[in-house]
């Protein structure tokens, strides 16, 4: 079975700190997608990047970066110089592939609240 | 560009009735998703049409349904409420083809109480 666990439930740092929200997931597929999603005050859930299970290539986007370890089943996400408008609910997702489709197991998000 | 619609935004229904809620996707996009959110569960997935057709399943009841349109709009239906269908129910939309798989574009979501 599918599993994404994000053991952090909260995270309080203040403006400016570097921040990494932890994201394991289990699977026996073997390829497969990865994903964070975010989800702001106002509710809608952004997209923010999906990775494919054959690339494990450390991405990086702006202040966000992403680092994909197949070996330990983990895709972390990193905010660095944090801001108060990353305050959020983050998730991340997996994905079967072929045939999952729009079919997202997402954790349980982990909320990111930012201080001034 | 519009984004996701959804409609209602807000509803109260009591326990026992049904109720049908409305999703519009993006303009051009052929896949709409639902997802059921609680504070217990967390996202859920209930379901995705594409090209009128259901692509994929979630684990829910068969008093969960949906179907879309020719014009990709979508609704899903939950039949005989219970307490525990009170949730936000997410529509989210896509492209559909699987150079875009799981980048979905949601909406503000419909929040149903079911007293």
């Known amino acids: 079975a599918q599993k994404v666990t994000q053991a952090q439930t909260e995270i309080s740092v203040v403006e400016k700190e570097d921040v990494t929200l932890d994201c394991v997931y289990e699977?026996?597929?073997?390829?497969?997608?990865l994903f964070w999603y975010k989800q702001p005050p106002s509710g809608e859930l952004v997209f923010l990047i999906r990775?494919?299970?054959?690339?494990?290539q450390n991405e990086i986007s702006g202040r966000y970066s992403w680092n994909f370890q197949k070996s330990t089943s983990s895709f972390n996400f990193t905010i660095t110089a944090s801001q108060v408008v990353d305050s959020a609910v983050y998730f991340c997702a997996l994905s079967e592939f072929p045939g999952g489709y729009n079919k997202l197991i997402f954790g349980a998000g982990t909320r990111l609240a930012v201080h001034p | 560009k519009a984004g996701v619609t959804q409609t209602p935004r807000y509803l109260i229904k009591t326990r026992g009735q049904q109720v049908t809620l409305s999703c519009s996707p993006i303009?051009?996009?052929?896949?709409v998703s639902w997802y059921q959110q609680t504070p217990g569960q967390g996202l859920q997935f209930l379901f995705e049409?594409?090209?009128?057709?259901?692509?994929n399943k979630g684990n829910f009841p068969g008093r969960f349904s949906g179907r879309q349109f020719s014009n990709s709009r979508s609704e899903m239906n939950v039949s005989t409420l219970e307490l525990g269908d009170s949730a936000l129910y997410l529509c989210?939309?896509?492209?559909?083809?699987?150079?875009?798989?799981?980048?979905?574009?949601f909406g503000e979501g419909s929040r149903l109480t079911v007293l």
């Open positions: 990775r494919n299970s054959f690339d494990e």
């Open positions: 699977t026996r597929d073997t390829t497969y997608y």
């Open positions: 303009s051009g996009h052929r896949s």
């Open positions: 989210a939309s896509s492209s559909g083809g699987t150079g875009n798989t799981g980048e979905l574009f």
């Open positions: 049409y594409f090209s009128e057709t259901q692509r």
